[in-house]
């Protein structure tokens, strides 16, 4: 069964600094990958997804993933952290047609 | 194009109370689903409907029922409330097709004392 597993729960970086956040998955097919995030009070919004067509994907706010199938990864970056990037981050997995799993999440911290 | 609406935003509720979150999208989405956020355990889901008049049981569906009314409208209902359903539930919808990507609504903030 596919699953997503976000390393870390708490990140804290400095403005302007790389920001990089885990998540590795488990799945059997080609999976289609996402990450959300999701500001204080509010719902998820998509911020990138992977679905097989290049294996670097950039999303919306500066962010970009890369898929590493030899590794199962597919961690979130950005090369200079701005304080509105701070927010909870969610990878998800497609599981099925209609259906999406979701990791545990990992709260963004930026410090001035 | 209001996206995916919830109401209400907020709601206390007593032990063994009962009630209904409302949900609707005006995309013509076809797929929507229920969620409850609880810190530390990501999304999971409560029910699904793939279509108007189908619906189907997610992970955690003990404790709630919920109606898909039309093509538009997806509510949960909470018949029997009680403090472990204390949460915040996101309803959420998905186009047909070979869109997988879910649209969020800004959620309900509920607690049952």
């Known amino acids: 069964a596919q699953s997503v597993t976000q390393l870390g729960s708490h990140v804290s970086v400095s403005e302007g600094a790389l920001v990089l956040l885990r998540c590795n998955y488990s799945s059997s097919v080609p999976p289609y990958l996402f990450w959300y995030v999701q500001y204080p009070n509010q719902g998820l919004q998509l911020l990138l997804k992977y679905t097989s067509a290049a294996t670097l994907v950039k999303g919306i706010n500066g962010f970009e993933a890369e898929f590493k199938k030899s590794e199962t990864s597919f961690h979130l970056t950005k090369p200079s952290a701005h304080m509105s990037d701070a927010a909870e981050y969610f990878c998800a997995v497609k599981i099925s047609a209609g259906k999406s799993t979701f990791g545990d999440g990992t709260t963004l911290t930026v410090k001035p | 194009n209001a996206g995916v609406t919830q109401t209400p935003k907020f709601q206390v509720l007593k032990t063994g109370q009962s009630m209904t979150l409302q949900c609707a999208q005006d995309m013509n989405h076809n797929s929507m689903y229920w969620y409850r956020q609880d810190p530390g355990m990501g999304l999971r889901l409560i029910y699904y409907s793939a279509s108007e008049g189908t619906t189907d049981k997610g992970e955690v569906p003990n404790g709630y029922n919920v109606s898909r009314l039309n093509k538009r409208e997806f509510s949960l209902r909470l018949e029997s409330a009680a403090p472990s359903q204390t949460s915040v539930y996101f309803c959420?919808?998905?186009?047909?097709?070979?869109?997988?990507?879910?649209?969020f609504g800004p959620g309900t903030r509920l607690t049952v004392t």
């Open positions: 959420a919808s998905r186009p047909s097709g070979g869109v997988y990507e879910q649209y």
